[in-house]
């Protein structure tokens, strides 16, 4: 057994990062069925390479662009000939790390493949996804201090994991419904033998209890995921669910969860499944004097002040859009191409 062409044996485990993947993953991976290793990241960059945005290139990307097109287009099924490819390619890596494990499923946890979920899903309709969710508040705040460390300036690095991740992963489960298994990470920590028996019964795999206490099992060196933290509990501690509050002490962190909340609004919030009531209630108690929040910086400040890579992206397509015009319909029509675009987007901002 290994893993089968549309995907059959393949667990991908999704979630914002700092949202507890690396002990569900810890967990998994001991069972004498699930193989894992760190976060391989290798579906991103084939997938990516089908998309206009996202990237950065050293060669002329509208160039590789529009020359991956036509080659496609020559191609008997167009794009689905590329999937078929890709699909055969990972098909062959996730089995060959299988080999030296001698088990017969591959879990791969990598949070960031919120970005690519509808194309996983077209890759391997037959493989199982378990989307792991977490207290909005406690993944930022664990981002902070984990990352950021009080360099408030340095949050705009992970802007999407903030404010797209909850939107994608959200559309995921939306997407894939009965072919996923959804666990939040406070009800994990706090029944993980009976979170860890639904995981185990969706996968069609064996229950086994000592799997939970992840600690038994020898210490796991890998590149990515949390070193520091998981290694300070031996099973899953329920204390880990609100210890989030503590840090809402200092002005600027409650600052930034108050601007979170508000950000990712009720929708978003009550869709993961958690309540912005009672999160908003937890940040009002904790409020600071508002002389202490003078001095504090806003999200949106943090989140988009520094964020250049947004914007040399956004000027770069709309340059590459002007050469092109120019090169097709000579300047004054450009102009007049360009000053319609602005007048229809005026028009649909209003």
């Given at each position: 057994m290994g893993i089968g062409h549309l995907g059959e044996n393949l667990i991908f485990l999704i979630s914002q990062p700092r949202a507890g993947s690396t002990m569900l993953q810890r967990i998994l991976g001991n069972h004498p069925q699930i193989h894992t290793l760190s976060e391989p990241w290798i579906m991103l960059h084939p997938i990516?390479?089908?998309?206009?945005?996202?990237?950065?290139?050293?060669?002329?990307?509208?160039?590789?662009?529009?020359?991956?097109?036509?080659?496609?287009?020559?191609?008997?099924?167009?794009?689905?000939?590329?999937?078929?490819?890709?699909?055969?390619?990972?098909?062959?890596?996730?089995?060959?790390?299988?080999?030296?494990?001698?088990k017969h499923y591959i879990l791969d946890k990598t949070p960031r493949y919120y970005h690519i979920i509808p194309e996983l899903h077209r890759l391997f309709p037959n493989a199982h996804f378990i989307f792991l969710l977490r207290n909005p508040l406690a993944v930022m705040?664990?981002?902070?201090?984990?990352?950021?460390?009080?360099?408030?300036?340095?949050?705009?690095?992970?802007?999407?994991?903030?404010?797209?991740?909850?939107?994608?992963?959200?559309?995921?489960?939306?997407?894939?419904k009965d072919s996923c298994t959804v666990i939040h990470y406070e009800h994990f920590i706090n029944n993980p033998i009976n979170e860890?028996?639904?995981?185990?019964?969706?996968?069609?795999?064996?229950?086994?209890?000592e799997i939970v206490e992840y600690g038994s099992f020898d210490e796991v060196l890998w590149l990515h995921g949390d070193k520091s933290t998981i290694q300070q509990h031996f099973k899953p501690d329920p204390d880990n669910a609100d210890r989030w509050v503590e840090s809402t002490e200092n002005p600027q962190i409650w600052r930034l969860a108050k601007d979170y909340l508000s950000l990712l609004g009720d929708n978003t919030v009550n869709r993961m499944g958690y309540s912005?009531?009672?999160?908003?209630?937890?940040?009002?108690?904790?409020?600071?004097?508002?002389?202490?929040?003078?001095?504090?910086?806003?999200?949106?400040?943090?989140?988009?002040?520094?964020?250049?890579?947004?914007?040399?992206n956004i000027l770069e397509r709309r340059l590459d859009r002007v050469i092109e015009l120019l090169g097709d319909i000579g300047i004054i029509n450009t102009f007049r191409e360009i000053a319609n675009e602005l007048k229809k987007t005026n028009n649909t901002e209003s």
């Amino acid at each position: 057994m290994g893993i089968g062409h549309l995907g059959e044996n393949l667990i991908f485990l999704i979630s914002q990062p700092r949202a507890g993947s690396t002990m569900l993953q810890r967990i998994l991976g001991n069972h004498p069925q699930i193989h894992t290793l760190s976060e391989p990241w290798i579906m991103l960059h084939p997938i990516y390479a089908l998309r206009e945005d996202g990237l950065w290139f050293d060669y002329d990307g509208r160039v590789a662009r529009l020359a991956r097109i036509d080659f496609f287009q020559s191609l008997p099924n167009d794009e689905n000939d590329y999937f078929e490819a890709l699909r055969r390619m990972t098909v062959y890596l996730y089995n060959q790390a299988l080999i030296s494990s001698e088990k017969h499923y591959i879990l791969d946890k990598t949070p960031r493949y919120y970005h690519i979920i509808p194309e996983l899903h077209r890759l391997f309709p037959n493989a199982h996804f378990i989307f792991l969710l977490r207290n909005p508040l406690a993944v930022m705040i664990s981002i902070i201090r984990t990352w950021t460390r009080d360099q408030w300036l340095l949050l705009h690095r992970n802007k999407l994991d903030l404010v797209k991740a909850p939107r994608l992963i959200l559309e995921g489960i939306d997407r894939l419904k009965d072919s996923c298994t959804v666990i939040h990470y406070e009800h994990f920590i706090n029944n993980p033998i009976n979170e860890t028996k639904r995981i185990c019964s969706d996968l069609g795999v064996d229950f086994v209890s000592e799997i939970v206490e992840y600690g038994s099992f020898d210490e796991v060196l890998w590149l990515h995921g949390d070193k520091s933290t998981i290694q300070q509990h031996f099973k899953p501690d329920p204390d880990n669910a609100d210890r989030w509050v503590e840090s809402t002490e200092n002005p600027q962190i409650w600052r930034l969860a108050k601007d979170y909340l508000s950000l990712l609004g009720d929708n978003t919030v009550n869709r993961m499944g958690y309540s912005f009531g009672s999160l908003q209630e937890k940040l009002d108690v904790h409020k600071p004097i508002s002389f202490r929040l003078w001095f504090t910086y806003p999200m949106w400040f943090l989140l988009n002040g520094l964020d250049w890579t947004e914007r040399c992206n956004i000027l770069e397509r709309r340059l590459d859009r002007v050469i092109e015009l120019l090169g097709d319909i000579g300047i004054i029509n450009t102009f007049r191409e360009i000053a319609n675009e602005l007048k229809k987007t005026n028009n649909t901002e209003s």
